[in-house]
Nanobody
Framework: QVQLVESGGGLVQPGGSLRLSCTASGFTLDDYGIAWFRQAPGKEREGISCISSSTGSTYYADSVKGRFTIARDNAKNTMYLLMNSLKPEDTAVYYC?????????????????WGEGILVTVSS
């Protein structure tokens, strides 16, 4: 059974850090481009980062560039989103997603599999 399961979310103070994990089962993650999306309350879902399966090149939305880092550990079949200098506007449900063999355009409907999402709340 194909599955992506996120973990590591929760409540964090402004300026703090969190690491989201997304573990894949039922398929081999290294065959896929990986991505993270988020949906803030009352806003549309946005793609915030992705990484190529072949070149390792990365993309970050302007809203997270310089603060977030996407990473993968193929040996663990797991992908990560390292989030630093968190702001209240980073509060959202975060989703991992994958596409084989590569992500050509970072769109929700363009992905093959999606996680169910995990809530990150940035608040004092």
């Amino acid at each position: 059974q194909v599955q992506l399961v996120e973990s590591g979310g929760g409540l964090v103070q402004p300026g703090g850090s969190l690491r989201l994990s997304c573990t894949a089962s039922g398929f081999t993650l290294d065959d896929y481009g990986i991505a993270w999306f988020r949906q803030a309350p009352g806003k549309e879902r946005e793609g915030i980062s992705c990484i190529s399966s072949s070149t390792g090149s990365t993309y970050y939305a302007d809203s997270v560039k310089g603060r977030f880092t996407i990473a993968r550990d193929n040996a663990k079949n797991t992908m990560y989103l390292l989030m630093n200098s968190l702001k209240p506007e980073d509060t959202a449900v975060y989703y991992c997603a994958v596409r084989r063999p590569e992500i050509r355009e970072l769109t929700w409907n363009g992905m093959d599999y999606w996680g169910e999402g995990i809530l990150v709340t940035v608040s004092s």
